[in-house]
């Protein structure tokens, strides 16, 4: 079993990392935050699991054993593949897994490309008392008047093509850091856009 690859990024090439380490390349398959944050020469850590098939073998790998984690879980709910499971976990963070998951709420991941309605009931159903539960920062990443702000910008950064993972992620840096006069939805939203950058919403769709 390969358990982990460390090494330099010999080339990203869409969701696989050709990662080199003692002359060897080796191709991971990545979630799209993943691929899109890694570049040729980059070194970095991966901890992987090999999925093994009867017509082929491909290496999966997290920059998080917390996310490898959450990947065997959802492999182990029926109709849940690799590919699959990569799709959550490029859409959702694991607290936001973790969040729905407790909460009951499937709604997160029918929303993920290949999940239908009845695996993404499966997921919560099966993954029920499995999973940490989510961290405070997650359940409550703003004070109780930032709620709102957190709602509405998450979903316009969903509406302009970002995945749930980053623009929660995004709205709440952005809302953290914003002074008193850059409250408001329209200002917020101009201040997630120049964080984002105006090209990366065509990369992170989920």
Known sequence: MIASVRGSVL???????VVETGGVGYAVAVTQPVAHSL????????????????????LVGFTER????????????????PKSALGVLSHLSIDQIAAAV????????????????KTAKLIVVQLAGRLAPPSAASTSP???GDAALLTQLTAALNG????DRVAQET?????????????????????ALAELGPARG????G
């Open 160 to 163: 302009l093509g970002w995945n």
């Open 11 to 17: 080339y990203v090439d869409g969701d696989t990392v």
């Open 39 to 58: 570049t040729p020469g980059a070194e970095v850590l991966l901890h992987t699991h090999l999925v093994v098939r009867e017509d082929a073998m491909q």
């Open 171 to 191: 709205a709440t840096s952005v809302i953290e850091s914003a002074p008193a006069t850059e409250r408001s939805v329209p200002a917020l939203l101009r201040l």
């Open 66 to 81: 917390a996310e490898l984690v959450v990947f065997l879980a959802l492999l182990g709910v029926s109709g849940v593949g």
């Open 202 to 205: 065509e990369h992170v769709r």
């Open 142 to 144: 703003t004070g109780g």
């Open 102 to 117: 407790a909460a009951e709420d499937d709604a997160p991941f029918r929303r993920v490309s290949g999940i239908g309605p």
